[in-house]
């Protein structure tokens, strides 16, 4: 796709939109508002367990993505002149495995921190934000590569499908 241009899309949700976020979620889950007990001790120590399985996945999951995505990678929504489609790596689980990382770890941490706030923070705020940048992205990337749309049918957004993983077994 040589002699192409860069299209560009700017959002209202970008890195320091989420960075404002995430300086929220620590604030709520430091200052202890929204925090509810788990009085069984064996209980919270499993769910504890999860979630830090949770965070480190979803660690490994946005490095890789990262990785995965190489020089494709924006702070803005941007096609560039040469862009691939990258369906592979983490690509292959996720459509937007940086964004879904990054909800996985909202979630995982307000849980662990025994925080009804931060779920619901993470659930009405920073998954609509990232939905919100992911479609936009989406219809970029739709204009751009007609395989797109079949990539989108087969490759969840967010969170990957427990029956296509199943199936693969």
Not at 48 to 73: E, H, P, Q, S
Not at 110 to 125: E, K, M
Not at 131 to 156: C, I, V
């Amino acid at each position: 796709m040589k002699g192409e241009k860069t299209k560009e899309r700017k959002s209202v949700i970008a890195t320091g939109t989420m960075l404002l976020f995430f300086i929220m979620l620590y604030l709520t889950l430091r200052t202890g508002t929204g925090t509810f007990a788990i009085d069984d001790i064996a209980y919270r120590i499993a769910v504890t367990m999860a979630c830090i399985v949770v965070v480190l996945a979803g660690t490994v999951v946005n490095i890789k993505g990262r990785y995965d995505l190489g020089k494709n990678w924006a702070n803005h929504i941007k096609i560039y002149g040469g862009h691939t489609l990258i369906t592979t790596g983490m690509y292959r689980v996720v459509r937007h495995p940086l964004y879904a990382s990054l909800i996985w770890i909202a979630f995982a941490a307000s849980i662990a921190y025994q925080n009804w706030l931060g779920v619901l923070l993470t659930a009405t705020v920073f998954t609509p934000m990232m939905s919100y940048r992911a479609r936009q992205e989406e219809e970029l990337l739709s204009e751009r590569f007609k395989e797109y749309k079949e990539y989108m049918k087969r490759t969840p957004r967010f969170f990957p499908s427990v029956t296509r993983a199943w199936r693969r077994a």
